[in-house]
């Protein structure tokens, strides 16, 4: 049977989905184990370097992160971590550490000669900051970052990432030194954490915040949305001192009328009620649950309770496996999800659920309120919050009326090998690579889930698009690439900017005359991939 109880059984269903998850990664557990103590004692040595090199500094620790919600975390995270241990420190935010941003920080760091922390960026961007701020002693800097490095394709490279971490120690730590995938494995959050930690154990406590970070990069895309590798290892922290607690809850949209979500669920397909709310209804009220609200609407998933979850799970289990003959496992891996709340949340809506949470984070960084966001995952529950409620209501209905655009104007374009859109004067740059991650991981009628989509925004202040490429896990398992497919586009056309990322999500800027060019070559490129 499956639970919906938040109870001590969830303490077995973690361990039991860590023996999974090992076992899905193809990776012993004692491989796995040693692998994190390698990271932590990269980690370690971060620490040391930032601890001889912070002291006596008269300018506060400067922490530059990402605008994302992992980004956003990640600056929380250090920032709560420095001030607990006296630090003066300031955060700043960057939609990206682009090469003009590059120029910008680097001219700050050598005026004011703070400790700069990189978090979230700095590891695809390593050999500039190297080259320009390594000779000069008094501008020492860490790297705390999950993506690839510079130059890197895959995380096959093993000699060449050996050779890196050789050569940027102790100021760079990254998951691939130690053959820790970093976009699936530990976000930008995950590594500020370990870092906090190393700090001072008592930063335990910041491990929700972690998992906040790593859900707002689609971490959790294991079975059942779980998480695999060192995340899990961070949500053994948070457990243990009872910040975060994993439920089951039902696949299907948690505010749409439940009977309009099973109905038209893109993951689960039940032959005779799906695509047909009236017979959702009708089966539904024989389940016993009331269906109504007080007004006579249909309730929505989140108004019920775990009892009531369960009688519905029962029901459609019963249903598959009785009228469809579908196996119980095959039905259950589509049907529960895991969610993670945060325990302290509780009386915080949007925050109680850590992808509630990191959605709001997002809403905060993509509309220029990144430090709202900051301050809300350093624990203000006042002002930041009262005013971050306010944007995310904004940011949904941006997102709501971009979405529908794309889809009422048909403005997806399809080459071969990869489809795209433009932002047009519709979606902003700040928005266009969470429209394609939604784009991607909805599977709407128009998205074809085996081409990988670049959504493509003009820049306001520039004559140049910012591009955003998203990837389903599907093609990714079958050779795609997006950052190497960025990255080798950028060097064919001799387009010197910055670019990468991860496999399943990369990004870049293009001048406004290289679009079409950028198109074709990328479309060749991820035919090449995928062959
Ligand atoms: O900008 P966008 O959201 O599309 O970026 C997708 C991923 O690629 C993010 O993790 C981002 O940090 C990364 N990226 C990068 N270097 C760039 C642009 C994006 O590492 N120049
Ligand atoms: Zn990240």
């Not at 019920?304 to 369960?310: F, P």
Request: glycine residues 6%; hydrophobic residues 35%.
């Amino acid at each position: 049977m499956i639970c919906f109880n938040s109870s001590n059984r969830n303490d077995n269903k973690i361990i039991q989905l860590k023996e999974l998850n090992f076992k899905s990664m193809n990776i012993s557990r004692e491989k796995m184990a040693n692998n994190l103590k390698e990271l932590i004692l990269g980690i370690v040595k971060c620490r040391d370097y930032f601890l001889a090199n912070s002291k006596n500094l008269n300018a506060p620790i400067h922490v530059y992160t990402h605008i994302d919600a992992d980004g956003l975390s990640s600056g929380a995270i250090l920032g709560k971590a420095l001030y607990r241990e006296n630090f003066p420190f300031q955060i700043s935010i960057l939609r990206q550490l682009e090469r003009e941003e590059i120029e910008r920080v680097i001219k700050d760091i050598k005026k004011y000669h703070n400790f700069t922390i990189f978090a979230d960026f700095g590891s695809g961007q390593y050999l500039e900051l190297q080259e320009k701020l390594c000779n000069d002693n008094s501008c020492p800097f860490i790297i705390l970052d999950h993506h690839l490095p510079q130059n890197i394709a895959n995380q096959e490279e093993k000699e060449l990432i050996e050779e890196i971490r050789k050569k940027t120690s102790p100021w760079h730590a990254n998951p691939y030194f130690y053959g820790i995938d970093g976009s699936t494995e530990i976000s930008g959050a995950g590594m500020s954490y370990f870092f906090a930690k190393c700090l001072n154990p008592n930063n335990i406590d910041l491990s929700p915040i972690a998992i906040v970070g790593a859900t707002g990069d689609i971490q959790n895309q294991a079975k059942n949305k779980s998480f695999v590798g060192v995340n899990l290892h961070i949500l053994e922290d948070a457990k243990k001192v009872n910040l975060i607690d994993i439920i089951n809850d039902l696949n299907f949209s948690s505010l749409k009328p439940i009977n309009e979500a099973i109905a038209y669920s893109k993951d689960i397909n039940l032959p005779g009620l799906s695509n047909d709310a009236n017979r959702c209804l009708k089966f539904l009220q024989t389940t016993s649950v009331l269906m109504e609200n007080a007004d006579g609407t249909i309730r929505s998933l989140n108004t019920l309770t775990q009892d009531e979850k369960q009688k519905i799970s029962t029901a459609i289990i019963e249903y598959s496996t009785i009228k469809l003959n579908i196996e119980p496992g095959e039905i259950i891996e589509k049907l529960i999800v895991h969610k993670y709340l945060l325990t302290r949340e509780q009386n915080y809506e949007e925050l109680h659920d850590a992808g509630e949470f990191s959605n709001m984070l997002n809403s905060c960084g993509r509309s220029n309120n990144g430090s709202i966001g900051i301050a809300l995952a350093m624990g203000d529950r006042n002002s930041a919050y009262v005013q971050a409620k306010q944007i995310l209501n904004d940011y949904k209905k941006l997102l709501f009326d971009g979405l529908n655009w794309i889809y009422n104007e048909k403005k997806i374009q399809s080459k071969t090998n990869i489809q795209y859109f433009f932002g047009e004067d519709k979606i902003p740059e700040t928005i266009i690579g969470v429209i394609a991650s939604i784009l991607i991981f909805d599977k709407g009628d128009e998205i074809d889930v085996e081409k990988p989509i670049f959504g493509i925004a003009r820049r306001q202040d520039e004559d140049v698009y910012k591009i955003s490429g998203r990837a389903h896990k599907s093609i990714v398992r079958k050779g795609i690439n997006l950052s190497d497919a960025i990255r080798k586009t950028l060097e064919r056309l001799e387009i010197d900017v910055m670019g990468g990322g991860h496999p399943p999500a990369a990004g870049t800027t293009v001048p406004i005359d290289k679009i079409e060019v950028f198109l074709d070559t990328i479309d060749l490129i991820v035919k090449n991939q995928i062959s």
